[in-house]
């Protein structure tokens, strides 16, 4: 120890002699004057004194996570985040990155975008019409972020927590007129090439096993299938699904929570090489429960995405020079807005709207349950305790009218496309956390941009969201690979 310390001090000290006489050559001459200062190496034996002055490696733009919450605008961020520090919990991952912008979403041709006129601008740089993927407002095929990262040798992951197919994802590899072609955008998915998929499954594919392996892909359905060895392209086509939407709500929690976390950090270990990753990650539900106004069920989407950036932030930490994190989303949907209420009221729900019309609705309805003895039931699913008076009158109505109305399958003009008790019990949580909704579609208000690491400087600012592709552009030419 001693000796080490001697040697560091003699080191400092030529170190300071060395300073001292290189200062003097350019004594009377300023600073900034045509000679540039060469950095000074000095060779020594002491370890100490070698690690302070070894030089600092440059930052390299190597690793890309662009999380994108679909109809994710900023009262949805602000709803979750309070729900979260009224509930005793951390707020969202993101709302600290040191660099934030915001983005105007709308189309080619509308002021409201959908979701796949917005992912191709985010992933190509160009506008184009509602409901296209990939191509230009001619038809134009156009090449995305994630297929010229590919070229280049990057390894490619897209997931999601709807279906594979859906727009977001489908925006990143896809090139078709309607976001409904769910057959073309599923032959495109196979013929990218991108090493990893995960997702909740595809609209049609009876064959997918056979397309997979003549692709090259090895598909799965659980985690636990999973091949040890990362060689190889991976499709995990979930077999937790509903419907053919996606993945099961998050708020449902069992099998399905941590889903998009556990894919993250598989896809993680198979795309991280000395080649570089970009992966996009999607949390696509926070879209579908604001389309249906389930305030309770959105939060829990971006809860569940969030821990996802949290995965993203460990990997950040262990490899600071190297990766940038982008939370963004493609459009607000809901027309959310926050008054007074109590946040923990998103928080004790504890079942989604679908899951509560599948279940809780049917098996009531089949056994002809008196409301005095659903009322519980849906009150603790809910987390709808202390009921007032007035709170019970209006859950026995919709109730009644979940019984007498034409069924099978409903759409009241008043209640919506679910049950009445369910409407009226998600309608419940939201008044009594202080969220509203202004509408059952996407809207067309700037959404935020988060942005932490190598290259977050060009996304400060408001912008189209074509630039967001602009930007990731102007990052990797700043910090290229060596
Ligand atoms: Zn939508």
Not at 229 to 249: H, K, Q, R
């Amino acid at each position: 120890m001693q000796t080490i310390r001697l040697y560091k001090r003699i080191a400092l000290m030529l170190l300071a002699l060395l300073m001292f006489a290189g200062l003097g050559c350019t004594r009377g001459a300023s600073p900034s004057a045509t000679q540039s200062i060469e950095p000074i190496v000095i060779a020594t034996d002491a370890p100490e004194a070698t690690a302070l002055i070894t030089p600092v490696p440059q930052p390299q733009l190597k690793y890309i996570f662009l999380f994108i919450g679909d109809g994710m605008g900023p009262a949805q961020i602000q709803t979750t985040s309070e729900a979260l520090v009224a509930g005793g919990r951390k707020p969202l991952s993101f709302l600290d990155f040191p660099v934030k912008g915001s983005q105007k979403t709308a189309s080619y041709d509308g002021s409201v975008t959908d979701s796949a006129a917005a992912s191709t601008a985010m992933s190509t740089g160009k506008k184009t019409i509602n409901g296209y993927l990939g191509l230009d407002s001619d038809k134009n095929r156009i090449e995305t972020i994630a297929e010229a990262l590919r070229n280049a040798g990057r390894k490619i992951g897209i997931l999601t927590t709807v279906s594979l197919d859906h727009a977001t994802p489908a925006g990143f590899f896809a090139h078709v007129d309607s976001r409904r072609s769910y057959a073309t955008i599923t032959d495109d998915l196979f013929a990218s090439g991108f090493d990893f998929f995960a997702g909740g499954g595809f609209h049609s594919t009876p064959d997918a096993a056979d397309r997979a392996l003549e692709n090259g892909y090895t598909l799965i359905h659980s985690f636990e299938e999973a091949p040890v060895s990362t060689d190889g392209n991976l499709i995990l086509s979930s077999n937790l699904i509903f419907g053919d939407y996606g993945l099961l709500p998050a708020i449902d929690g069992g099998a399905r929570a941590n889903w998009l976390k556990k894919a993250t950090d598989l896809a993680i270990a198979r795309l991280t090489t000395p080649d570089g990753f970009f992966m996009m990650v999607e949390g696509g539900r926070v879209d579908y429960f604001c389309h249906y106004n389930d305030a309770g069920s959105f939060v829990a989407e971006l809860i569940d995405m969030d821990e996802a950036v949290q995965s993203a932030l460990a990997f950040y930490a262990q490899h600071p020079q190297e990766t940038l994190i982008l939370v963004t989303a493609d459009h607000e949907t809901g027309d959310v807005s926050l008054t007074a209420g109590d946040r923990t009221a998103l928080l004790k729900q504890i079942i989604s709207s679908d899951i509560s019309d599948n279940t809780l609705v049917q098996e009531c309805l089949a056994a002809k349950t008196p409301f005095e003895e659903a009322l519980p039931l849906f009150a603790s699913a809910f987390g709808l305790d202390n009921l007032t008076d007035d709170e019970t009158a209006l859950l026995k109505e919709a109730y009644i009218k979940t019984f007498y109305q034409n069924r099978p399958g409903n759409n009241d003009e008043e209640y919506g496309t679910y049950e009445p008790i369910t409407t009226a019990c998600i309608d419940l949580v939201a008044a009594r956390a202080g969220v509203r909704f202004g509408s059952g579609g996407h809207t067309g208000i700037d959404v935020p941009v988060y942005a932490i690491g190598v290259g977050s400087e060009f996304f400060a600012g408001n912008y189209e969201n074509t630039n967001l592709y602009d930007a990731l552009l102007q990052a990797i030419a700043t910090y290229p690979l060596s």
